[in-house]
């Protein structure tokens, strides 16, 4: 089977796991006599380096011809004084627009021999594994006005969402409960936000349709606590665009490190982007020590949701499994025993694995 993925590396350490991830692909391709062909285009402070804007025209249209996208990571202190329309993260917020990327699926899921990686104890955080389910191109992020006013003494940003934004969401979310353990909690402040009285109405209304998915509606600051001291309670996690923002990378503390965190960001019909839920690490670019398991587990989202290879994604989720085992691990996780590799090393012992 030939496919076609368009890289787009990015900022930070996003060119180097970004080509960790391809070594992994091309070397998984090879094993299953696939054929997977590769193009790379900028987005981010490379882009606006390079052509003024955090998303140029071309990278756009080549996302939308690709069978799939693979982004690194976005942002750093370079650009930190630059107009809000010249920030890199402005480019990742234009391509989800542009791709229609609605659902946002970020798994998260503890793995033993990382127990002692996290924060947490290790009889809260044992077994968990779950799945958040963000709405990605509504809210906060892309409503208008968001500006300053009064000569800059006051600010306004306005949270819209239209009915049909939340409805999809909230379907995907069942559908995702169905095929796991089939919980759903759904996060809102629905005791303060007209948003977020919607929002759970319209869970309300869906429920019906799923009569075998337990709904829980949750307040976001008890699911925040919830998150860190009973995490085994939840199974799919259903929330707006902000609050499944903070949500997932608090849940990143489970794993032990955002290193350990893919993500799938899915349109009703078109092209999926995959990405790391961690960000640019600008600090460690460039000196080979960059975690690049959570954008390889990303790719094998890519396998399974964008080119429906079961088999292939389940090669890759086994490898790091055994990889992790093994004792193989980048500095970020910060364990004591085992061994610690750079991001070239780690990348050859899952290879090995698959």
Same mark, same amino acid.
């Given at each position: ?20 991830t ?5 070397h ?5 006599n ?5 193009e790379?285009?900028d987005?981010?402070?490379?882009a ?6 955090? $998303?140029?025209?071309?990278t756009?249209e ?6 799939a996208v693979l982004?690194g ?9 630059n107009p809000?329309?010249l920030?890199?993260?402005k480019?990742?917020l234009?391509i ?6 609605y ?9 033993p021999?990382?127990?002692s990686?996290?924060p947490?104890? +290790?009889?809260?955080?044992k077994g ?9 191109t509504?809210?906060?992020?892309? *409503? ?5 006013? @009064? ?15 939340? +409805?999809?969401?909230i @379907?995907?979310?069942f ?8 919980? $759903?909690?759904s996060?809102?402040?629905a005791?303060? $936000? ?9 869970? @309300?209304?869906? %429920? ?9 509606h949750? $307040? ?10 009973n ?12 609050? *499944? ?6 849940a990143?503390?489970?794993t032990g ?11 009703e ?9 961690? *960000? ?29 290879m079961?088999r ?9 499994d ?7 691990h980048?500095?970020?996780?910060k ?8 991001t %070239? @090393?780690l990348?050859?012992i899952?290879?090995e694995?698959?």
């Amino acid at each position: 089977m030939s496919k076609h993925v368009v890289l787009l590396p990015g900022d930070g350490i996003g060119p180097e796991i970004i080509d960790a991830t391809q070594d992994v692909l091309i070397h998984l391709s090879n094993k299953f006599n696939h054929t997977f062909t590769f193009e790379k285009q900028d987005i981010g402070g490379s882009a606006i380096d390079l052509y003024g804007t955090p $998303l140029p025209d071309q990278t756009v249209e080549a996302c939308k011809v690709a069978d799939a996208v693979l982004l690194g990571a976005v942002g750093g202190p370079k650009w930190d004084k630059n107009p809000s329309h010249l920030r890199p993260e402005k480019g990742l917020l234009g391509i989800r627009k542009a791709l229609d990327l609605y659902a946002n699926l970020r798994p998260v899921k503890g793995f033993p021999a990382l127990v002692s990686a996290s924060p947490l104890k +290790e009889d809260i955080i044992k077994g968990s594994d779950l799945l958040i389910v963000r709405e990605l191109t509504g809210g906060l992020y892309f *409503g208008t006005p968001s500006e300053r006013v @009064e000569s800059g003494n006051a600010v306004v940003d306005t949270l819209y969402y239209k009915r049909y934004e939340m +409805e999809r969401i909230i @379907e995907k979310a069942f559908q995702s409960a169905q095929i796991r353990r089939k919980k $759903l909690t759904s996060v809102d402040k629905a005791n303060v $936000l007209e948003s977020s009285k919607l929002w759970r109405e319209i869970v @309300e209304e869906k %429920k019906l349709d799923y009569p075998d998915v337990e709904v829980h509606h949750e $307040l976001v600051d008890a699911a925040a606590m919830k998150l860190i001291t009973n995490p085994t309670d939840f199974d799919v996690i259903v929330t707006e665009n902000m609050f *499944g923002d903070i949500l997932s990378d608090e849940a990143s503390v489970l794993t032990g490190s955002l290193g350990m965190l893919p993500s799938a960001s899915l349109a009703e019909n078109g092209v999926g982007l995959y990405e790391p839920a961690h *960000g640019s690490a600008p600090d460690i670019a460039g000196k080979g020590i960059a975690n690049p398991i959570a954008t390889i587990l990303s790719a094998a989202l890519l396998l399974r949701y964008s080119f429906n290879m079961e088999r292939e994604a389940e090669a890759i989720e086994k490898a790091i499994d055994k990889t992790i085992a093994a004792g193989y691990h980048t500095a970020d996780l910060k364990l004591e025993n085992g061994k610690c590799l750079g991001t %070239k @090393e780690l990348t050859e012992i899952i290879k090995e694995y698959i």
